[in-house]
């Protein structure tokens, strides 16, 4: 007769060989999209990652150690509201851009602190946030009152 040990030591080490389903870090996928900024210095061209699902706004640009200088992450929240973002494990500095439902930017919050908890809030009601390299909206002139042109606002693709 096996005692109960025993079968607790067979369960655990059935249960340690059988398959697991792992969650790698790239394990969230995103569609892409093309995306411009308007500012008094021009029209700036962006490919962005669209994070639409809880999921992927979640994941957001966690466990990213860079980002290409003409690539961003745009979170759709689905209509307006006051957004809260932070940087967790998020190793590099990004601006986040905060957007409203007609694609005028609300605020931007430039170069966030890597890795922080610390919570970065809109200004006001916003349909979207748009993550970007940290300094990118110092060297764009990207401000309040900046247009973001992309199908979500209802405004021309770039």
Do not use: C
Not at 9 to 25: D, I
Not at 34 to 49: D, K, N, P, Q, Y
Not at 68 to 80: C, H, I, N, R, V
């Amino acid at each position: 007769m096996f005692s109960r040990r025993a079968i607790l030591v067979g369960f655990w080490a059935l249960a340690w060989m059988a398959p697991v389903p792992a969650v790698a870090a790239d394990a969230v996928r995103f569609e892409t999209s093309e995306l411009a900024v308007v500012t008094e210095r021009g029209r700036f061209s962006f490919a962005v990652e669209m994070a639409v699902t809880e999921t992927q706004r979640q994941r957001g640009l966690q466990h990213r150690n860079a980002l290409a200088p003409d690539a961003g992450m745009l979170f759709d929240f689905e209509y307006s509201q006051p957004a809260a973002m932070w940087m967790k494990n998020t190793p590099v500095p990004l601006d986040m851009i905060f957007i409203a439902g007609d694609g005028r930017v609300v605020n931007v919050k430039a170069r966030t602190q890597p890795d922080s908890l610390a919570v970065i809030r809109s200004a006001g009601a916003v349909r979207a946030v748009l993550e970007v390299n940290g300094g990118t909206a110092e060297r764009l002139g990207i401000e309040a009152g900046s247009l973001i042109l992309h199908p979500l606002f209802g405004t021309a693709a770039p």
